[in-house]
């Protein structure tokens, strides 16, 4: 199935189309996670109860990923995409609305499912405007969901700190994204290809499996870094080196903000080395600066090495995701749900791994661990390279296109 040709004004208006759901989808999702401490309150939940429901975002989400490829396949990402970002608003003020400890864990697998959903679909339709870019583009759609994600957080710091109400806050930004993405779908980009494209010299089921197996690996890895980021960073600053309270919150900062300009800046640099040589020189970067660190053990060194482990991370899941979209044999929707499925499950293994870790040596060695699976996507990073995004360009040689380097 071929699209209709796209002009340059139609590419520009669905890469910005794009974009906007990107932020949106950052800002639903912080502004929610900054007033899970009001919501607990208001049902005076206990540590259990809510570590409980909160797996019901990460149920949906899973179950939202098997169902993204098929329903990909069979309505295009341009319309799923569309529907669930409308969901997504939706669904963001129920848990801040909801009466009981039933309904919040309800309303939190509506949230997870139609999140997963939506991550899937615009990550399809991304890999999408970028084959008719025809250049790198995605991990700075990436980048604008990390900036969606700072603006959420930000917000909800705000809302949080004027003691405006979870419902009242949810219900705003759920109106204001949902005016932006039903604005913002109506430019996306029909697909190209919604069934698996014909594979290269009749390439064996069992290769382009393995093929996306290997993929779902590097993300797995990736994904387990992050986590250990978000949820360890802070309390190794704090107990093992003994740091101050805001000290230890700028450790998961510092690795935020090395993550939102590595993403911004990893379309050119993918079009310069290309995505395996990328890809492995990013691992390498997260392996060296956070395993310094972990040897020097002081504040400032951790930071630093934090700091790598953003900026290392932040091309890996988008140039595996254009991978798996991309790779002969595979429909890009059902790769890149299959991959979604691998790099959440890093999420949720990470930190309770890393915690297990802890507690039979020490948190030090729980963050060894990290070192050690970026040192597997060191040895996995040529499966990156094949499945280059059709339409996409070649990497760029040393010297004679640099020029060709400019920003739009």
Request: glycine share 10%; net charge positive; aromatic share 4%.
């Amino acid at each position: 199935m071929l699209a209709p040709p796209a002009s340059a004004g139609d590419i520009a208006r669905a890469r910005r189309a794009v974009s906007v759901m990107f932020v949106a989808n950052g800002i639903a999702f912080a502004s929610w996670a900054a007033r899970v401490p009001a919501v607990r309150e208001r049902l005076a939940l206990r540590d259990s109860a809510l570590g409980l429901a909160l797996l019901g975002v990460a149920v949906g989400a899973m179950l939202a990923f098997r169902a993204a490829g098929p329903l990909i396949a069979r309505f295009g990402s341009r319309r799923v995409t569309r529907v669930s970002a409308v969901l997504l608003c939706a669904a963001l003020p129920l848990p801040a609305l909801a009466p009981s400890f039933a309904a919040l864990v309800a309303a939190l697998l509506a949230l997870g499912a139609s999140n997963g959903l939506m991550d899937v679909a615009m990550n399809a339709q991304a890999v999408e405007v970028e084959r008719r870019h025809r250049r790198p583009i995605l991990a700075s759609f990436h980048g604008m969901f990390s900036l969606g994600g700072l603006v959420g957080a930000s917000l909800g710091a705000l809302a949080a700190d004027r003691a405006v109400s979870p419902a009242a806050h949810l219900i705003a930004v759920a109106a204001v994204l949902a005016a932006a993405v039903t604005a913002a779908g109506a430019a996306l980009s029909a697909d190209a290809r919604l069934e698996a494209p014909a594979t290269a010299a009749g390439a064996p089921a069992e290769r382009r499996s393995t093929r996306l197996l290997l993929l779902g690996l590097i993300a797995f890895c990736s994904s387990i870094g992050e986590g250990a980021m978000a949820n360890w960073s802070a309390v190794y600053l704090r107990d093992e080196l003994h740091t101050t309270a805001a000290v230890a919150a700028t450790g998961y900062a510092v690795f935020s903000l090395a993550m939102l300009l590595g993403r911004f800046s990893g379309d050119g640099l993918t079009q310069r080395f290309g995505a395996a040589r990328l890809v492995r020189s990013a691992a390498l970067l997260v392996a060296a600066g956070l395993g310094a660190a972990l040897i020097v053990n002081v504040p400032i060194a951790m930071l630093l090495g934090f700091g790598c482990v953003g900026a290392g991370l932040s091309v890996v899941v988008p140039l595996v995701f254009r991978a798996g979209a991309s790779a002969p044999g595979v429909a890009p929707g059902r790769a890149i749900s299959t991959l979604a499925t691998m790099s959440y499950g890093g999420f949720l293994v990470g930190p309770p791994a890393i915690g297990l870790v802890a507690d039979l040596f020490t948190l030090r060695g729980g963050l060894v661990l990290v070192v050690a699976l970026v040192l597997v996507i060191v040895a996995l990073a040529p499966a990156v390279a094949r499945g280059s995004a059709a339409g996409a360009p070649a990497p760029c040689p040393p010297a004679p296109c640099r020029p060709a380097l400019r920003a739009h």
